[in-house]
């Protein structure tokens, strides 16, 4: 009896986790026809160094050291990452993970499709992302039970916006003014950075080293989801390995946290594993 009871489980629960997954896997489906959807071609093909004009002297040394001139602009761009999370809100829970995220240069949005090792046989299914104007934050296990679910507010669109151009390091040509962002001087190693889309706008402060390299990136207030609710929260990426691909000098590791009054707080730590760029054509 006890057998059959054991063998009818195991049945219930692959069939659950087959079913999750194929539902995983047409939701994702579904995210990267919404991004196709809404992208529009990038007017300006190639990068040459009159877009330099009247940027702040930290950001054109940023470009003359991560561009040459007549660089293909991108369009599109796979990443795949690998690393941890800490799954904690006030202590230290770090589970491993890894990702895939396809990126839209225009119109802005990404998707970050994540699996997180919960423990042993217990993995999280996330997408953040940023897909025609929307923010959206969705967590599940095994893609099948839903954690957390947000999306369509002006909060999380802000701070999804805010992820795209933090980012947008390992795609530096859509830093560029011809592109949509604008920049403002603020010292001779920073400099801030605006973008807007549709009714969101973002700024970001960019800082950058001797070598005219990002360093990090922060915001003044950024969404923190902490019991259901949506806190406005200092927050700071800051990139490191730089190496040079397809042409661009972009970095390969990176570690983004809460900026607490008490501490800064990690939340994430990766490294790129495989990177794949769409140039204008």
Known sequence: MIPMMILGLTVIVTVALICGSRRWKSSTAEMHARLEAARLPVGRKTYTPD????LPAPVQKYFRAVLKDGQAIVSAVHIELSGTINMSATGESWKRFTSTQQVIAQRPGFD?????????????????????????????????VSLANLRGTPDIAQGELMRFLAEAAWYPTVLLPSQGVQWKAVDDFSANATLKDGKTAVTLLFRFDENGLI????????????????????????????????????????????????????????RITSLRYEFAQ
């Open 215 to 270: 360093e990090s990136v922060r915001a003044e207030a950024r969404g923190r989801t902490i019991g259901g609710a949506v806190i406005p929260t200092p927050w700071e990426a800051r990139w490191s390995d730089y190496e040079r691909r397809d042409g661009m000098r972009i970095p390969t590791g990176g570690e983004v946290a809460w900026m607490l009054p008490e501490r800064p707080k990690p939340y994430f730590r990766g």
């Open 112 to 144: 970050w499709e994540g699996r997180i090792e919960m423990m042993p046989g217990l993995t999280g299914r996330v997408h953040d992302a940023y897909v025609a104007g929307e923010g959206i934050l969705h967590a599940t296990l095994f893609g099948l």
């Open 51 to 54: 877009e330099l004009i009247g």
